[in-house]
């Protein structure tokens, strides 16, 4: 009686697989356990929804099963049957290696630019970006994910190629930029048509290895901080129409209150001055006076009422100040002092 109850434990009669048991959470891929048993003729197969299962007989996939309940025999197991020559009355059990695999959305798995990728901009030219997001995905093929991907192994788990996903995704960066066509300062406002540029450049890539890019969303997009100065100034231009005038205005007002701060706690006239000139305060200002002062000057052949020769030539030692810190060239700076001593001459 003992020798009959250790052969029974010998062929498996039931295969299921619950996913979170035994095989842990996030796991793509799992090969039952046979543990040199043999699979019972007419044992039950159950595949859950979200599940695939398939069936390997020395080294070859002989079946794929779909969700539903199997009996598996000669019926049910037509290519394993012509593999191994099985006549249809034969049921001795089989030995055969079952795998299953999870086809539910892995989802909120993370993608970001270690490093910014260098992209081709029409405003810019070339700019360096950097990008965040996430994307889900599944395995829509068991063959072809079990042939590249999982193979022999026990287990495959999500863990296991992340690494790789996130870089099939970053790889596609710059193309799903170019093939959207929008410019990086529009990109904010179409971040869902970059997400589906980027999903169709990488779907193809995922799709070789058996898995489906289901979805892909860019939370964020951010360009390096010299850059992202640059792209201030430009939205504070637009802010104020183009109007360099009123720009420079604008500038002022920001450096004022750096330069009441200066002039709260600083030591003397000329420090305060000084530390006002090395925060950009001074300089703005300069530049607005001598702007104001010129357009005055300008559609009248002599000084303007309240115009004094001494403020004129203030201001023109404010523009050698400002030529000597390079915001002028000297070619600018010549034609300015000329046109101001010809106004007062």
């Not at 048509?193 to 890019?213: D, I, P």
């Not at 604008?250 to 006239?269: D, L, N, R, S």
Request: glycine fraction near 12%; proline fraction near 3%; charge should be negative.
């Amino acid at each position: 009686m003992a020798m009959m109850d250790f052969i029974s434990k010998q062929f498996i009669d039931i295969i299921e697989w619950t996913e979170g048991d035994e095989s842990g959470a996030g796991t793509l891929a799992w090969r039952f356990p046979m543990a040199g048993n043999e699979i019972q003729h007419g044992a039950s197969l159950t595949v859950r929804e979200s599940q695939l299962a398939i069936f390997v007989n020395e080294g070859r996939i002989a079946d794929v099963f779909e969700p539903g309940r199997y009996r598996l025999s000669t019926q049910t197991l037509p290519v394993l049957t012509y593999l191994r020559h099985w006549d249809k009355l034969f049921a001795s059990p089989f030995k055969s290696d079952v795998y299953f695999f999870s086809t539910r959305q892995q989802l909120d798995r993370r993608w970001g630019t270690t490093q910014p990728v260098t992209i081709r901009d029409t405003d810019f030219g070339a700019v360096r970006l950097r990008a965040f997001g996430n994307y889900s995905f599944r395995v829509a093929d068991a063959r072809r994910f079990h042939t590249e991907v999982s193979g022999t192994r026990q287990q495959v788990t999500v863990e296991d190629l992340d690494g790789q996903l996130r870089g099939l995704l970053l790889q596609h960066v710059s193309d799903a930029v170019a093939a959207s066509g929008v410019p990086f300062l529009d990109l904010a406002a179409n971040q869902v048509e970059f997400a589906a540029q980027l999903r169709t450049a990488a779907a193809a890539e995922f799709a070789r290895l058996g898995l489906a890019l289901e979805s892909v969303t860019v939370q964020n997009l951010s360009l390096p901080e010299e850059l992202q100065k640059v792209l201030d100034q430009r939205i504070g231009m637009g802010m104020v129409g183009g109007d360099m005038g009123k720009f420079m205005q604008y500038q002022t007002a920001q450096a004022i209150p750096e330069f009441a701060k200066g002039a709260a706690g600083g030591g003397g006239g000329g420090g305060v001055v000084g530390d006002a000139l090395g925060l950009g305060a001074g300089v703005a200002l300069g530049q607005v006076m001598a702007q104001q002062l010129a357009q005055g000057l300008q559609g009248s052949g002599a000084a303007p009422a309240g115009v004094k020769p001494d403020e004129v030539m203030a201001t023109i030692e404010k523009l050698a100040e400002l030529k000597a810190r390079g915001v002028l060239t000297e070619d600018e700076f010549a034609a300015k002092k000329a046109e101001l001593l010809k106004k007062i001459a």
